[in-house]
T-cell receptor
Framework: KQEVTQIPAALSVPEGENLVLNCSFT??????LQWFRQDPGKGLTSLLL?????REQTSGRLNASLDKSSGRSTLYIAASQPGDSATYLC?????????????FGKGTKLSVKP | DAGVTQSPTHLIKTRGQQVTLRCSPI?????VSWYQQVLGQGPQFIFQ???????GRGNFPDRFSARQFPNYSSELNVNALLLGDSALYLC?????????????FGPGTRLTVT
């Protein structure tokens, strides 16, 4: 059974710092991995999608990497800003079961202090 | 273009009652999935629908049911509500439900059961 873990559960950094959020998954048989942002009480905003054949994806100050063989992904945020404060969730789509359903970690709650 | 829309935004129900939540996918998307997110956890998969047919079901009791209409909108029904059903219910849409495609989430419906 696929399990997704995110470390740390919470992170507080001063504005301007570069930071890395970690995601690990137990079964490497995945179609893709997706990173989301969630503001308190709100829905999920898709940040980056990495297909299983890809190693990384970039969007603005965000860079996500995928190492399928080791079951790990990282989300790198450059020059963090207070507006980046939110919970970041990673999710994988695995083989078998209901294709297309995302399996989520519990998220990392990021706080960027001015 | 409008994103995924959900209604209502908030809902308060009493134990034992029934509730219906609604979702409209992004224009052109034919697959809708439902997720339940309890406080402090990542979303959990409930159902996936494509072309009005159920494609997958998560580990939820039969009190949960859903359907998809010819215009690809969807309803999630929950009968005999329990306190533990209190959660944020999220709807996601994708092109055809294939695991290749990115999933886009709506703002969610906050259900409180008292």
């Amino acid at each position: 059974k696929q399990e997704v873990t995110q470390i740390p559960a919470a992170l507080s950094v001063p504005e301007g710092e570069n930071l890395v959020l970690n995601c690990s998954f137990t079964d490497s048989a995945i179609y893709n991995l997706q990173w989301f942002r969630q503001d308190p009480g709100k829905g999920l905003t898709s940040l980056l999608l990495i297909q299983s054949s890809q190693r990384e994806q970039t969007s603005g100050r965000l860079n996500a990497s995928l190492d399928k063989s080791s079951g790990r992904s990282t989300l790198y945020i450059a020059a963090s800003q207070p507006g980046d404060s939110a919970t970041y969730l990673c999710a994988v789509v695995g083989y078998g079961g209901s294709q297309g359903n995302l399996i989520f970690g519990k998220g990392t709650k990021l706080s960027v202090k001015p | 273009d409008a994103g995924v829309t959900q209604s209502p935004t908030h809902l308060i129900k009493t134990r034992g009652q029934q509730v219906t939540l609604r979702c409209s996918p992004i224009s052109g998307h034919k697959s809708v999935s439902w997720y339940q997110q309890v406080l402090g956890q990542g979303p959990q998969f409930i159902f996936q629908y494509y072309e009005k047919e159920e494609r997958g079901r998560g580990n939820f009791p039969d009190r949960f049911s859903a359907r998809q209409f010819p215009n690809y909108s969807s309803e999630l029904n929950v009968n005999a509500l329990l306190l533990g059903d209190s959660a944020l219910y999220l709807c996601a849409s994708s092109l055809d439900g294939s695991p290749r495609w990115e999933q886009y989430f709506g703002p969610g419906t906050r259900l409180t059961v008292t």
